[in-house]
């Protein structure tokens, strides 16, 4: 209902035809020791309709890592894939990060509140083209933050009291290379050009 569309579609669709667009988020939070590392992604493709996501841990050489995915249509407002959901408490402030320790073999779990403290930092525009054809056009923010909640690993719960563990997140969209349905250039069909006078551009001999 709100009047904030950016494009001739509706809210579901980008205006980006591009098979590698994508949108989402990074989050991590460790011990003051730096003896564990947790983090967790989630991202949308929009124009491969997918949904996929990651959670992990790094503690003593051993490293723990939770792939989920579903299809994106039609839950769109829905940041959970499987066991693995977010929550936006407070836009830009606080966020709810959980993993439920069923339905997947890694020995992962928690339940963790994400909060910042420090204001976006936006990083400049980052594009890039490629024998003529983009290939990266992305943008990012930064945020510190700390969080707070529990982890569970294996038979191993750990409490997180305020004022909780240091943390950083991020949260981009945009297209790159190394992102969604992997295809080169070559994989492309090439584009007929137009002769002169009927691409649209004045030229002086």
Not at 24 to 44: C, H, I, N, Q
Not at 77 to 105: A, C, F, N, Q
Request: glycine content about 12%.
């Amino acid at each position: 209902d709100y009047p904030r569309h950016q494009a001739v579609a509706t809210m579901a669709h980008v205006a980006v035809p591009h098979p590698s667009w994508n949108d989402g988020y990074w989050f991590s939070a460790w011990d003051p020791k730096g003896e564990l590392f947790v983090f967790t992604g989630m991202r949308v493709y929009q124009n491969a309709d997918v949904m996929d996501g990651y959670a992990c841990y790094t503690r003593g050489g051993r490293h723990v890592n939770v792939r989920v995915s579903r299809r994106y249509s039609p839950r769109y407002d829905d940041l959970s894939v499987g066991p693995l959901g977010y929550e936006i408490i407070e836009g830009l402030k606080r966020r709810r990060l959980r993993l439920d320790g069923e339905g997947h073999e890694g020995d992962l779990a928690f339940d963790l509140l994400w909060e910042a403290v420090a204001a976006p930092y936006e990083e400049s525009r980052r594009t890039q083209r490629v024998e003529g054809r983009l290939s990266l056009d992305i943008i990012r923010y930064w945020q510190l933050g700390r969080a707070t909640g529990w982890i569970r690993i294996g038979d191993e719960r750990i409490e997180i009291p305020a004022p909780g563990w240091y943390g950083g997140m991020d949260h981009s969209w945009g297209i790159r290379p190394i992102m969604g349905p992997k295809s080169a250039t070559g994989d492309l069909p090439p584009v007929a050009p137009l002769p002169p006078g009927k691409d649209g551009l004045f030229r002086l001999a």
